[in-house]
């Protein structure tokens, strides 16, 4: 059963720097786009930012553009999402999907697009 597992999440102070992981299990990692969504109680699921099968592409939500980075390591099966300058708007359960796709598709960024998820972890950006 494919597994995603993501860490990294806590409680920081507004201007601070949290990086999230997400390690993948029982899966061909190197096929995947991965994607980082955010949800928020009765919210719908957010897109916050994707990355091809190679890291050549990466769309990132306007609402975190030049504050937050992803990238992604093959051999490690894991993406990462980098998070400085957090706002309080930022909190949120943080979530990780997986897609497989061809080598030239475009990098999904609808939640509906993606097959596998992780269980989210906790982000808390106090002002």
């Known amino acids: 059963q494919v597994q995603l597992v993501e860490s990294g999440g806590g409680l920081v102070q507004a201007g601070g720097s949290l990086r999230l992981s997400c390690t993948a299990s029982?899966?061909?990692?190197?096929?995947?786009?991965m994607g980082w969504f955010r949800q928020v109680p009765d919210k719908e699921r957010e897109f916050v930012a994707a990355i091809s099968r190679n890291g050549a592409s990466t769309p990132m939500s306007e609402s975190v553009k030049g504050r937050f980075t992803i990238s992604r390591d093959n051999d490690k099966k894991t993406v990462y999402l980098q998070m400085n300058s957090l706002k309080p708007e930022d909190t949120a359960t943080y979530y990780c999907?997986?897609?497989?796709?061809?080598?030239?598709?475009?990098?999904?960024?609808?939640?509906?697009?993606?097959?596998?998820w992780g269980q989210g972890t906790q982000v808390t950006v106090s002002s």
């Open positions: 999907a997986a897609k497989s796709v061809i080598l030239t598709a475009p990098t999904p960024i609808t939640d509906a697009s993606y097959d596998y």
């Open positions: 029982r899966l061909t990692f190197s096929r995947q786009a």
